[in-house]
């Protein structure tokens, strides 16, 4: 009896399916579920069942009549939908040519776009993400970093300084991170090499602002300690981030430069994002675009975390996250990045 | 005030050093090996280049200093002249000198009698034109032409006014009234580095000249004197008095302490040569050691270590060489016997370097590896990328991204834009919000008003935007996730990430509902309603991001399908609007463990739809089993709400 309730059920829904008109729907389903319908005998021949099997079968008689009853009502309505469109074409063209209804989805800001790009491309290469504190202590920020009190570097990094008042805190000696280079300090005293790192964060400098200095811009930085990093390595992962982050194409060259935090130290230009290094405003006709820093970790500094300056080496290089994404899109002032009018963002 | 600019003219530098390579070359060269070159334009027939210094660099703050580079890069000598004071037998002008090797490191210095006051030259004022100098007398202009063409600050003083014929180096106490040359008074912060004669102060050292002891139209005998001051001092006194000097920004990176003499040397010459006069004094030259260059090992091992190439000997001795740094090859050794390096290299001949006095900034091997790097030429340097392990360890201060990312697009597929605003907000707005300042943590030195507090929430900001943006849209959802900076103090500071976001298009269920999904998506068990607040044409929301990825639970686990149908049923219950519909549906579904799942499909006046499913694991449902549950739910219902079926 399973059986034969299966098969009806096959068979009706196979016939159901391939219905095309609400008549022959009505047909079917006078066949399968009318007063003498295949279905309705079928089921009063449960009666003449043993009185134990009964249940069983009387509930895949119910499944069956609910399948065949859902098949056809969705067959109708495909069937009366078809048949509208059908007419409704007939009797209006629709102008493809108009635009789509879209959803309503935002827009991630330009910085976190850019931002999760960089972190997948130093993924690739085995470095972590970490993030640290904004408000920091002039140790990790400068004297760690082999930059004392009135030192002359600290004239590049002028500082914000915390109130002190009703707190136990000596005044002067809490900040803004000017730098994310704090956090070089932060995670290598609290680990051991090889280390491969990446920090990205919000700095701060008292600075007046203009299209290309702020009091509070993101900065980006990598570190990368082992017994055998070498500057030409440090030139290959910088060479290698801008070709996956600006293309291909993209050409770097690099200057001496000094920071306290390294030596040797350099400068890192690329060529420029706007006109491929032929020269325009942008570039001031130069054709290059100064894009970061870096250099290998100062032995000082590694002796100030404890790490064996002999038996490990490593880099550490850094940039303007704001200035990788006005790079990338072509802006020509910082300050868009921190406004919030929806007819910047939506750009996105 | 950032970055030291020095302008130095090529027909000046041409003095010192033979120049081959064109203007534009030598800038592109000059900037390759450090010394930024900023701006190079035409002057009448010259060429004045401007030249950003690196703090580590006080030589490069002259003319020497350049030529210098210039002849390192070209492998060329530098023409250095030499200059001799003849000491008169009768010293007519003596002075008392009373050092304090502390505050001078060095003090040199000599007297000058019966010397005119002039213009200088014509030669020489058009070169202090040409690098942004005033030229006001042949003394005054001297001892500026010297200390940019030597790099060694000096001082005129003239000698009829120290009184006593002494000067005494000391430390200001705090507060002593000070006027200098240029007819300013400043109230000097303590522990300035200062000069008294028996009477008065009479130089700011290293910062200003006094007016008291200046050189005057009608001076007639001088004292000049090269001083080396203390580096720190010097700084600390012209940050209190954001006093910056030429001076002092030499002072501030450390100057010349070999350099003394032969820039005293080089004054008194001009000064005898365009003021006329006669040497005076003996020369006086007070120190404490004999400040001459100190040897420093190179290791080519080390070399190799670090820079990861092999640079040929010869090539790293003829670079050492045309910084004039003497190189000297001193042992061939085997590395292996070395216990200090591990790592094993044939290549490991040390070069014993001597460094002059001007290059106080080569301290360490890895300063002469950057010596012979940067003059190699960085991009003549293979890139490599780095061989080893990929650490496994979870750093200390990791942050997963993937958490944020995933936060961030549920919002953006809900319609919420994004926006980073600045984490320093005014006290304005602080209390317009609400606030008290003195709960927020507030920044000493502001750079505006407007820009004064760390914000101790997203919403001020959000509201804002919101504000902004009005005038040009109908529709507007702007969310960010970013710090705010808690504590009413230092000592309770704590920075937490917030998530905020504010719409106009959304209502309060809305909301509420792209937060439940966004805390399921987190795995976290926490309700959204009390982070909602209803505005008079929005919604607002601010959650502790922070805390919710503490409790993050991304673990999932499938459960099978279920095998056996369910029963599902509508169930419309009357009851009074003051009883929750939360609490109906938590009522419902602890009746019976078979009830699988319990929502509101319809709610109208007081009757309340809910859409209940019972569903077995292991077996199917009879409509007897569910019909106990179903009275069950009703009895409890009335009993505990007073709620009754429709």
């Given amino acids: ?348 | 005030m950032t970055l030291s600019i020095m302008l130095a003219p090529l027909s000046w530098l041409k003095d010192y050093v033979d120049i081959t390579l064109s203007p534009k070359q030598l800038g592109e060269r000059l900037t390759e090996v450090g010394l930024a070159t900023e701006k190079i334009t035409k002057v009448d027939s010259d060429i004045i280049f401007e030249f950003e210094i690196t703090p580590n660099r006080p030589d490069l703050l002259s003319i020497l200093g350049i030529a210098r580079e210039i002849a390192a890069i070209q492998n060329k000598k530098i023409n250095l002249k030499s200059y001799e004071i003849k000491i008169p037998k009768k010293t007519t002008l003596p002075i008392k000198l009373n050092p304090n090797h502390k505050l001078f490191h060095r003090w040199t210095g000599i007297s000058i009698e019966n010397i005119s006051i002039k213009p200088s030259p014509q030669w020489m004022q058009n070169r202090l034109i040409k690098i942004g100098l005033r030229p006001i007398s042949n003394i005054i202009d001297i001892t500026n032409y010297v200390m940019f063409e030597l790099g060694v600050p000096l001082h005129a003083f003239d000698y009829d006014e120290i009184k006593g014929r002494q000067m005494t180096v000391e430390q200001a106490i705090g507060g002593e009234k000070f006027t200098s040359v240029d007819q300013k008074s400043y109230h000097l912060p303590k522990d300035a580095i200062i000069i008294k004669d028996s009477e008065r102060i009479i130089d700011l050292a290293g910062i200003k000249g006094g007016l008291n002891s200046g050189i005057s139209d009608d001076t007639k005998n001088v004292f000049l004197h090269v001083t080396i001051d203390d580096p720190i001092l010097i700084r600390r006194a012209s940050i209190a008095l954001s006093l910056r000097s030429d001076a002092s920004a030499i002072y501030e990176r450390g100057t010349d302490k070999g350099g003394t003499l032969k820039t005293l040397a080089r004054a008194t010459q001009l000064v005898l040569e365009m003021a006329g006069g006669r040497v005076a004094s003996e020369v006086y030259d007070l120190k404490k050691e004999a400040f001459k260059p100190w040897k420093l090992n190179l290791r080519l091992s080390r070399l190799k270590q670090i820079l990861g190439i092999t640079i040929p000997e010869k090539k790293v001795t003829g670079i050492l060489n045309s910084l004039n740094l003497s190189p000297v090859i001193l042992s061939k050794r085997s590395a292996s016997k070395d216990p200090m390096r591990s790592f094993a290299n044939a290549q490991d001949d040390i070069i014993e370097c001597t460094i002059p006095t001007y290059r106080n900034d080569i301290k360490i091997d890895e300063d002469l590896i950057e010596e012979v790097a940067r003059l190699y030429g960085y991009n003549n340097f293979p890139k490599t990328i780095p061989l080893g392990q990929i650490p496994t360890k979870q750093i200390p201060y990791f942050k997963d991204y993937r958490l944020e990312e995933k936060a961030k697009n549920i919002l953006k597929s809900s319609g919420f834009s994004e926006s980073y605003t600045y984490s320093l907000i005014s006290e304005k707005d602080l209390v317009e919000a609400g606030w008290k300042t003195e709960n927020v943590l507030r920044v000493d030195n502001p750079v505006s008003r407007e820009f004064e507090y760390l914000r101790p929430t997203l919403k001020i900001n959000l509201l804002k935007a919101y504000l902004q943006n009005k005038p040009n849209f109908k529709d507007i959802n702007i969310f960010e996730l970013g710090k705010v900076y808690l504590g009413k103090n230092i000592d309770e500071a704590k920075e937490v990430y917030f998530l905020s976001g504010i719409t106009n298009t959304k209502n309060f269920f809305e909301v509420k509902g792209i937060l439940e999904r966004l805390f399921e998506e987190l795995g976290s068990k926490e309700g959204p309603t009390e982070f909602i607040e209803i505005l008079n044409e929005g919604i607002i929301f601010e959650i502790n991001y922070s805390e919710i990825i503490k409790k993050v639970n991304l673990q999932k686990k499938f459960i099978s399908l279920p095998k056996y149908p369910p029963i599902i049923e509508d169930l419309a219950i009357v009851a009074s609007g003051k009883v929750n519909t939360k609490e109906l549906m938590d009522e419902i579904k602890k009746q019976s463990s078979i009830i699988t799942d319990v929502s509101l499909l319809d709610q109208f006046e007081e009757t309340r739809t809910f859409h209940i499913m019972y569903q077995h694991k292991d077996r199917n449902l009879t409509t007897e089993e569910v019909a106990k549950i179903r009275s069950k739910i009703l009895k409890v219902l009335k009993e505990k709400f007073n709620a009754m079926p429709k």
């Fill in chain 1, 1 to 348: 009896m399973e059986e034969e309730l299966i098969q009806i059920k096959n068979s009706a829904v196979s016939l159901i399916l391939e219905a095309e008109g609400l008549k022959t729907l009505e047909h079917l389903r006078l066949q399968f579920l009318g007063r003498s319908g295949r279905l309705t005998l079928e089921i009063k021949d449960i009666a003449k069942l043993p009185i134990e099997k009964r249940p069983e079968v009387g509930r895949l008689a119910n499944e069956v009549k609910k399948a065949i009853e859902d098949t056809i009502a969705n067959q109708e309505l495909r069937i009366r939908q078809l048949t509208d469109q059908e007419s409704g074409i007939k009797k209006q063209k629709i102008d493809v040519t108009a635009p789509g209804i879209r959803p309503n989805i935002g827009h991630l800001h330009p910085m976190t776009q850019v931002l999760y790009e960089v972190i997948d491309i130093f993924k690739l290469l085995g470095f972590q993400v970490a993030d640290g504190p904004e408000i920091e202590a002039d140790y990790y920020n400068f004297e760690a970093l082999n930059i004392p009190k009135y030192h002359p570097a600290r004239d590049v990094q002028q500082t914000l300084y915390l109130d002190t008042r009703k707190s136990k805190v000596a005044p002067g000696e809490t900040i803004l991170r000017t730098q994310t280079s704090n956090m070089q300090i932060r995670v290598m005293e609290k680990s051991t090499p090889p280390l491969r790192i990446i920090v990205p964060g919000k700095v701060f400098r008292y600075e007046q602002t203009d299209a290309s200095h702020g009091f509070e811009f993101w900065q980006f930085e990598g570190l990368m300690v082992d017994t055998n990093i070498t500057f030409t390595d440090l030139q290959g992962v910088l060479d290698y981030f801008v070709k996956k982050f600006f293309g291909e194409e993209t050409r770097i060259k690099f200057t001496s430069h000094n920071f306290p935090f390294t030596e040797p130290s350099l400068e890192g230009y690329i060529s420029c994002t706007v006109c491929k290094g032929k020269g325009c405003r942008f570039c001031k006709f130069s054709g290059w675009v100064e894009a970061l820093g870096g250099g290998m970790i100062h032995p000082k500094v590694l002796e100030n975390v404890k790490i064996d300056s002999f038996k490990y080496q490593g880099f550490a290089f850094g940039t303007g996250l704001s200035r990788l994404v006005t790079l990338r899109y072509q802006m020509d002032d910082l300050r868009l990045l921190t406004n919030p009018d929806l007819r910047i963002l939506t750009q996105f």
